[in-house]
């Protein structure tokens, strides 16, 4: 007679439910499935972000195995970040995948915003060049604007709904990996806390020891973005928003900066007036041969890089206006931004400072009562003011105006206006306003001061209708380039009718170039600006070929008119600088900080990073063909002159003594 011999519980179970220890770990098969979809959809978008614009950029075909690879492994130490809470649902919540409609709604929610952050990334890089950064961060900051601007530039509707399917597809086909059978028993308590702890374990680890959030080990930036994490990206701008300098980038003994730094600065004359108690400020005296108190307009041009302008060798004809003014002013043909955003322009503009590392002291706490030309033309009688065809709160600008001595004129204090988009009034209705204001401050007797901020030059590109080679929607960014330009040559025909007209000096300047791109750390082609003055009563045609930077405007302009006044202004009289003395010019991008000396130019990171390149600047129009960028031996006097200006700029502002 045959016998049987019983089986104990546990293994007649592991029968049951096909076999042993692999199915007691099935609980995890829908978290491990998830991560699949993740690596998959990552892989996705690399190959999508090199075809579009990686090719372009020059990343060739041949690195694309070594950045996928990489990019693998920047994804997994990712997911071990984003898939936590999965882990923590599935351990708490062991039964959730055998309720399959419940659990259907989650995964899908997973996968959608894995594809919505997917086509964010896409729609990123396709504006910015870059994964996620600093400026995903400060865009999240202020939701309506950015909203809007997406509303009105991208087919939302369309891409959500397209996600929307795409997401019930992939689950739907991954049914039987996402969802575990009823009859399946629940994996032990244990056996959960076991996977948990591994998983909580192993992200603290990642915390530590993964501190850059992604690596980067290509030679070139746009190499290192493709292979990047977007999430990751974003966290790590997140983390260092406000970043404290010295803990994140090269320092030296203080002392030591601060005099190098006054050296350097002292090439550009005055006289320094309190060096002893750590005080830059350096008292310039008056020149009789100035051309006096005039009025002073700065029209900062939204996004307008040099490479759009005919006067900077441009051959497509998107700025007539601008071209004939340049023929009737002082041209200034080699001038740069210091940043890459709205903020960074105005800063070095109006505050004469450095781009210290990582945010523009525009949005800082404690950039009240700081030193800033309007306070210095307020001490010389003048009335200065802020105009800007948006809402101000944007960026945190009516409060730095507002604490700096400027009055403001914003769209809220702006009569309705003819056209505005998302981002503010177009540029016709803000100078319109713009004449009132100055028929106003002309009427009081004294001298005006003003720093316009135009809008139109944005995404979405939209405009007022009736302008000639304008399309009112859909024109893009070179449609934006000449309705800029039209503004601007109605604004001073217009101009030129007031009584004012005769003794004011305009300045045209840009805020930042129209997108940094290219394969460069730092590629300075894109911040290349137009920079015009323009006093046809005063000043006779000329060009100027000494590099300059937004902080040297304010310098400038007040040697120009010859005033004397007092200032730590960190920008120079590039009118006056002496011949053959090397310009130190200063960049910010994303988290890097650079000082550029003729040709060489130094570049400083995150982790006290610091490294020298060889920059030649080719004949031509701004762009990549007339741009070359070379690794050269670390230059130690550059390098140190770099650590002295961001260092003591860094000092100076959050010590308060910048005043």
């Known amino acids: 007679m045959e016998t049987t011999t019983a089986l104990p519980w546990p293994a007649r179970s592991a029968v049951r439910t096909g076999g042993g220890a692999a199915a007691s770990w099935r609980w995890l098969r829908p978290l491990a499935t998830l991560v699949g979809v993740y690596l998959a959809l990552c892989a996705g978008v690399r190959l999508l972000l090199w075809w579009a614009f990686g090719r372009a950029g020059g990343v060739s075909i041949a690195e694309l195995p070594a950045i996928c690879g990489l990019g693998v492994v920047n994804d997994l130490a990712q997911a071990v970040y984003l898939f936590l809470p999965v882990s923590l649902l599935l351990g708490l919540a062991p039964r959730l995948p055998q309720r399959r409609s419940v659990f259907a709604a989650v995964a899908w929610m997973i996968v959608a915003g894995m594809l919505f952050i997917g086509a964010a990334e896409y729609f990123f890089f396709e504006e910015f060049d870059s994964r996620f950064n600093l400026v995903a961060v400060d865009y999240l900051i202020y939701p309506t604007e950015v909203i809007g601007n997406i509303d009105e530039s991208y087919p939302v509707g369309p891409v959500l709904t397209a996600i929307a399917l795409a997401a019930a597809l992939i689950v739907f086909a991954l049914r039987p990996y996402l969802f575990v059978e009823a009859s399946a028993p629940a994996p032990q308590w244990r056996q959960r806390m076991v996977a948990l702890l591994v998983h909580g374990a192993l992200t603290a680890v990642m915390a530590v020891l993964w501190t850059a959030n992604t690596l980067d080990v290509f030679g070139d930036r746009l190499a290192n973005e493709l292979a990047a994490n977007g999430p990751a990206r974003f966290f790590s701008a997140l983390r260092t928003n406000h970043i404290d300098y010295p803990s994140f980038y090269r320092t030296g003994d203080a002392q030591v900066m601060f005099d190098r730094l006054v050296a350097d600065l002292g090439r550009g004359g005055g006289s320094f007036v309190d060096l002893p108690h750590g005080d830059l400020t350096r008292r310039h005296n008056a020149n009789p041969a100035g051309l006096g108190r005039l009025n002073v307009v700065v029209l900062v041009e939204e996004s307008l890089g040099a490479e759009f302008v005919g006067a900077y060798g441009d051959r497509r004809g998107l700025t007539p206006e601008f071209d ?138 939209t405009f007022p209708e009736g302008v000639p080679g304008v399309p009112p929607q859909g024109g893009g960014r070179l449609a934006g380039v000449r309705y800029a330009d039209h503004a601007l040559g109605r604004f001073i025909r217009m101009a030129a009718r007031k009584p004012w007209f005769r003794d004011t000096l305009f300045v045209i300047v840009a805020d930042h170039g129209a997108r940094v791109y290219g394969r460069a750390d730092l590629p300075l082609n894109t911040y290349e600006i137009p920079l015009l003055f323009y006093a046809p009563a005063h000043l006779a045609p000329r060009r100027v070929d000494t590099p300059t930077s937004q902080i040297d405007v304010a310098p400038t302009v007040l040697g120009l008119l010859g005033l004397a006044y007092e200032a730590p202004f960190f920008g120079q009289n590039v009118l006056a600088w002496p011949e053959g003395e090397p310009r130190t010019l200063l960049f910010n991008h994303n988290h890097d900080v650079a000082a550029l000396q003729g040709d060489r130019l130094c570049i400083l990171g995150l982790r006290k990073t610091a490294h020298c390149q060889r920059y030649t600047r080719l004949p031509g129009a701004p762009g990549p063909e007339t741009t070359r960028f070379a690794p050269i031996a670390d230059d130690p006097a550059l390098i140190d002159l770099a650590i002295a200006y961001y260092q003591t700029a860094y000092t100076q502002f959050t010590e308060r003594r910048y005043r």
Do not use: C
Not at 351 to 359: D, G, T
Not at 427 to 455: H, K, Q, Y
């Open 324 to 461: 004939r003014l340049a023929q009737d002013g002082v041209l200034f043909t080699r001038a740069y931004a210091t940043g890459t955003r709205t903020v960074r322009g105005l800063e070095a503009l109006t505050a004469s400072l450095p781009p210290i590392p990582s945010e523009s002291i525009v949005k800082r706490p404690g950039n009240e009562d700081i030193a800033t030309w309007g306070k210095v033309m307020n001490r010389l009688g003048y009335q200065s003011s802020f105009l800007y065809g948006g809402y101000g709160a944007f960026d945190n600008m009516n409060h730095y105006f507002g604490s700096n001595g400027f009055a403001i004129l914003d769209r809220a204090r702006m009569p309705k206006p003819r056209f505005a988009n998302i981002w503010g009034v177009s540029d016709e209705d803000l100078l319109d306003n713009a004449l009132d204001w100055f028929d106003a401050r002309a009427a009081d007797g004294r001298p005006f001061f003003a720093v316009i901020m135009s809008a139109s030059n944005h995404k979405p590109f």
